[in-house]
């Protein structure tokens, strides 16, 4: 069956990975579209997945209506010129009206819901989705199944990673050595075009935050936007196609990435999430499981990062945690390729 995967952020690259290795592995032709948001074409060739570029990310709100029918214009495009039968997608419009004007099955693995105006106009053309059981929304224009785990589980359970020890060499790092991982974001999605007050939105706070953790060990830093060079000469760059490793092995990870502190959840480490609005998988893992903290400013931040950090058995109390989490939670990979798998059954 020819199938396309949108993919339209590195965290999406990162969840359907394992699925599109399956539907290779039974026959499948497998196109994956992908838009250039952030570092997810660098994440793509780092992998060595083929891709077609489609449409781009508008940040200002009136340009996104103008991409909102720029982009879904080149999926479609795409994909009535190369047959697509079944179209899955990490909740992408542009995937989903592509689908309804081709009349084939779309199916979207959604996560946030407050991304309002995403799901408007995804949810209508949509005919399976996918959410976390913790998921606060319903919807009854499609199929809404729920698993009892999370997105990040698709590639960071054991079944489907494990760290690579060579990472700390290779970045000079000692066994154990402490170290932290922070995330900046440009908060340009539809579902954060607010404005944001929690102390990380200026240089200062960034630096702030940086040199507190810098007393613990080095500081790795991604970001979707460009640092000053007074911060990037206090922090080291999170490598690509490793970031994973590098969150298994760290400290702490602290940062307005909500993915990422999910990740870091999933590998053990303890995670802190600056943010005005919470996430939903976030307080999940907070409650059931005690592996974060969303927090609303700057200074809780540090000074729960720092509490953390004088932990002596931190590591250890977190991989504990870990394992329970994942012993609680489904397989979610296994659970939509099941799906998948009743889609291509109803299409045949």
């Known amino acids: 069956m020819r199938i396309s995967i949108e993919v339209g952020h590195p965290a999406h690259v990162h969840y359907w990975r394992p699925i599109r290795e399956a539907l ?12 250039g948001k952030e570092t997810t074409f660098e994440l793509l060739n780092a992998l060595g997945i083929p891709f077609v570029p489609v449409g ?23 994909a009535k010129v190369t047959g697509i039968q079944l179209m899955l997608s990490g909740g992408m419009p542009y995937s989903a009206q592509a689908s309804a004007v081709l009349g084939i099955p779309h199916l979207a693995i959604i996560d946030t819901e407050h991304a309002a105006l995403t799901l408007a106009v995804t949810v209508p053309f949509t005919d399976v989705i996918c959410t976390p059981a913790c998921f ?32 700390l060499g290779e970045l000079g790092l000692r066994p154990a050595q402490p170290f932290s991982v922070v995330r900046f974001s440009s908060w340009d999605s539809s579902h954060d075009l607010f404005k944001v007050r929690t102390g990380l939105e200026t240089s200062a706070g960034k630096e702030v935050l940086i040199r507190t953790l810098a007393r613990h060990g080095p500081v790795f830093a991604s970001s979707e936007i460009p640092l000053s060079s007074s911060l990037t000469s206090l922090v080291r760059q999170v490598p690509l196609e490793d970031v ?23 590998l053990g480490t303890p995670w802190l999430y ?8 976030l307080d999940d893992q907070e409650e059931r499981f005690a592996l974060g903290r969303s927090v609303s400013n700057l200074e809780a ?25 994942i012993e609680a939670t489904t397989d979610v990979t296994q659970f939509v390729m099941n799906h998948i798998h009743e889609l291509m059954g109803a299409f045949k």
């Open 24 to 35: 290779l592995r039974e026959g499948n032709e497998i196109t994956v579209f992908a838009r």
């Open 56 to 78: 781009r990310n508008f940040p200002a709100l009136l340009a996104k209506a103008f991409g909102m029918i720029c982009n879904t214009w080149q999926v479609l495009h795409k």
């Open 136 to 167: 606060r929304k319903s919807f009854k224009s499609a199929s809404h199944v729920r698993f009892d785990g999370y997105v990040e589980s698709m590639y960071l359970r054991p079944e489907y990673f494990a760290p690579a020890p060579r990472l």
């Open 244 to 266: 994973h490793s590098l969150l298994y092995y760290a400290s702490i990870y602290c940062g307005e990435g909500a993915k990422m502190a999910a990740e870091a959840g999933l």
């Open 274 to 281: 600056v943010a005005p609005i919470g996430r939903s998988y």
């Open 301 to 325: 931040a540090i000074n729960q990062a720092e509490a953390w950090l004088s932990e002596p058995e931190l590591k250890q109390i977190w991989r504990g945690r870990r394992k329970q989490l």
